[in-house]
């Protein structure tokens, strides 16, 4: 096997945007059906083979540590919906979950376990995703819903990774599967409230979910009725039911708008009715509780506040306009609300604040007006410093009880139940850690550090380390960074990761601006024109992480992916010497290029996230000034890993493809690799071993390049 590595071909390719000429010697590596495309990504998969062979030893050893530390075979805490307990269960040797329900007890209120995953008495096999998965390289779930009455099972597949899914239903009294087959789906699925009738989305050519369907059970799908469709290109469709059951909801939005549309579920062939009809800018998520519906908006309120509607008002022709929602929860600034979850006698608050998650349950009336007083936050405390705490399952409207997760970087995923009443916590299941020596969350440290920005804004980093790891700046230290799209980077907890703490590493996750860690603000000083704090911000973090001799720079590899792939080809071309190393998994790496197409997936919507380079030129010079394929410099670069998916419908293979091959040619340095799943998408590998020896894969030259050494 050859260890020069393949040179790509140059086809000189122009593209004219606002009088600026650039020549895109790369551009036919987007060329998919081309044979040339494919000989190219296999010859660089041989040659990243090739040049990581060496690393099949160490490999393979952080392979059997994950494996050692995994309970294989393992059953996650069981969910009451009505008259029966869900759950899911993996069986060792097997790559996925099996999906699985037992029929409730008389006076069961605590949820069944079964020691080291085996089966529950009376369980019965809803869906066995290695049945299903047989013969198949690649396979994922897209929806998964049970019919109210518990007859029908609708679930969708997907055997290629490109997320588009064919769904079907499944007579769970007699096993049997109908003939009904619906392809093109996008995730989700709703339930009419009699099980007749089933809603679902599909997505156009530019893979945008933008039409609702209704589906009769057992009639062709030729037969289906189109009952909504998005005309606006930023806008994506979901279809859900509340968790009272009550309403089908429609949910279409851009990244800066949203609509909703409601549908008694008791009234299938009827009309679905706009709650509050779109306004640019305005965002609201909606829940029902009784004869309210709960309005979670930033109407006037950046951070959001919680407002009520009656009912009563939507459908009958009114159009209830934000001025004429009640507040419930007033916006406050700095506490970023996030979500609210509508029981029968209880609505639980999920907020963060001061960088962390937080949970609470509200206490007053639901029709009483905040500006009056009366309704209040009980908080739920935890005490650690550092921790992520998320709502989890709880699916039950009549439920007094209610499921959550709780987690940091050094304890495990704990569930928990909340009594809703007084807000006690009941401990169900903490994520077992085997191996040996045993796991001791005290043999680790954690910590919140701070470092300044450029605009002397302070960024905070969550830092995790095994006691008695150096702090003389001889540690090495993986940095992982994200910062898009307001998705919060929040400390957890990874069984992997211990394959590089018990090997001296700090582990550290930079909470840069256009993620959510600290409010809306954090996420708007970070996108459009304000993009570049995204990457000035990670810099900042790996400079601090230095100069406080938590690492070196010749010891310090940064981690990120997706959006997160966009920030290590910004910030290597921004300081290259600030790393020893990076990886880049599915890299948004050709940003300009890609928003600059609006025939491909995600770009329309995407404009109100980076800007629209097309239509302005300002937006056109800015991006152009931090993407990274297009300010690759003659210089010398450290080493770059980049992993990416033949059928990626988020990101394509081909911008990993483009930047490495312009990165040979350009810049001196590395060795720059590139590992391309030829049956795979934006997720990666779908079976949970092959997923194991990925990461393995990654953290073994992760090792390797901070340590310039063979690592034990």
């Not at 060496?54 to 392979?63: A, K």
């Not at 916590?425 to 001791?440: A, H």
């Not at 008695?468 to 990761?497: V, W």
Request: with cysteine; aromatic share 10%.
């Amino acid at each position: 096997m050859s260890i020069e590595p393949p040179v790509a071909r140059q086809v000189p390719s122009k593209r004219t945007h606002h009088g600026d000429t650039v020549i895109d010697e790369y551009a036919w590596l987007a060329d998919k059906d081309d044979p040339a495309t494919i000989v190219y990504l296999k010859a660089e998969n041989a040659y990243t083979d090739a040049q990581l062979n060496g690393l099949t030893p160490l490999r393979d050893t952080i392979f059997g540590e994950i494996k050692a530390r995994t309970q294989e075979s393992d059953l996650s805490v069981p969910v009451r919906k009505g008259n029966w307990w869900i759950y899911s269960r993996t069986v060792e040797g097997k790559q996925y979950q099996m999906r699985c329900r037992r029929a409730v007890q008389p006076g069961e209120v605590i949820p069944p376990m079964a020691v080291g995953g085996l089966p529950l008495d009376g369980e019965q096999v809803l869906l066995d995703g290695n049945e299903l998965a047989a013969g198949a390289s690649f396979f994922s779930l897209g929806a998964f819903g049970v019919s109210p009455d518990d007859r029908w099972l609708a679930y969708s597949t997907d055997f290629s990774g490109d997320e588009r899914f064919t769904l079907r239903i499944k007579d769970l009294r007699t096993g049997q599967m109908l003939a009904d087959e619906i392809p093109d789906t996008y995730y989700g699925c709703a339930w009419s409230a009699d099980g007749e009738y089933l809603f679902y989305v599909t997505v156009d050519d530019a893979w945008r979910p933008f039409r609702v369907w209704r589906h009769r059970v057992g009639r062709p799908a030729a037969e289906d009725m189109k009952v909504f469709e998005e005309g606006d290109e930023r806008f994506w469709v979901t279809v859900s039911l509340t968790r009272s059951e009550s309403y089908v909801l429609i949910r279409t939005a851009s990244v800066l708008t949203s609509e909703y549309l409601v549908l008694d579920a008791s009234t299938p062939a009827g009309e679905f009715a706009v709650m509050t009809p779109r306004r640019q800018g305005v965002e609201y998520d909606v829940d029902h509780a009784g004869d309210q519906f709960l309005i979670v908006h930033n109407d006037g309120a950046p951070d959001f506040e919680l407002a009520t509607a009656p009912v009563s008002a939507v459908g009958s022709g009114e159009v209830v306009e934000p001025a004429r929602w009640k507040p419930l929860i007033p916006h406050t600034p700095g506490t970023r609300l996030m979500a609210v979850a509508a029981f029968e006698d209880f609505v639980v608050v999920y907020f963060r604040r001061d960088g962390l998650t937080r949970l609470g349950i509200l206490t007053g009336d639901l029709t009483g007006d905040s500006s009056q007083g009366g309704n209040a936050i009980r908080e739920i405390a935890f005490p650690d410093p550092l921790y992520t705490v998320t709502p989890g399952s709880s699916p039950e409207y009549t439920a007094t009880r209610f499921r959550l997760s709780y987690i940091s970087l050094v304890m495990p995923e704990s569930i928990y139940d909340c009594d809703l009443a007084t807000g006690e916590l009941t401990l169900l299941k903490r994520q077992p850690v085997l191996g040996e020596p045993p796991f001791d969350p005290d043999n680790y440290e954690q910590q919140r550090d701070w470092a300044t920005a450029d605009d002397g804004t302070r960024v905070p980093i969550s830092l995790v380390w095994k006691q008695g790891t150096p702090r003389d700046g001889t540690a090495p230290c993986l940095l992982y960074g994200y910062g898009s799209y307001e998705s919060s980077m929040d400390p957890r907890f990874s069984i992997p990761r211990l394959s590089l703490l018990n090997r001296g590493f700090v582990y550290a996750i930079a909470h840069i601006r256009g993620g959510g860690e600290m409010g809306r603000s954090w996420y708007t000083n970070g996108k459009l024109l304000h993009k570049k704090n995204t990457f000035t911000d990670f810099v900042a973090c790996a400079k601090h992480l230095v100069s406080e001799k938590w690492t070196a720079a010749d010891r310090l590899v940064a981690r990120g992916g997706s959006a997160g792939g966009l920030l290590m080809g910004a910030a290597l071309n921004l300081a290259p010497d600030a790393f020893a190393g990076i990886v880049a998994q599915v890299p948004f790496v050709d940003a300009l290029n890609t928003i600059l197409d609006p025939s491909l997936p995600l770009t329309v919507t995407e404009w109100e996230e980076w800007g629209d380079p097309l239509h302005e030129p300002g937006v056109y010079a800015y991006m152009k000034s931090y993407s990274p394929y297009e300010n690759i410099a003659n210089r010398d670069y450290p080493p770059v890993f980049a992993l990416g998916g033949l059928n990626d419908t988020r990101v394509s293979y081909h911008e990993p493809a483009k930047w490495m091959a312009r990165l040979r040619a350009t810049a001196s340095g590395g060795p720059f690799l590139l590992k391309t799943e030829m049956e795979a998408g934006h997720g990666g590998r779908s079976g949970r071993y092959d997923a194991w020896r990925e990461e393995a894969l990654v953290l073994a030259w992760i090792i390797t390049t901070a340590t310039r050494q063979t690592a034990r």
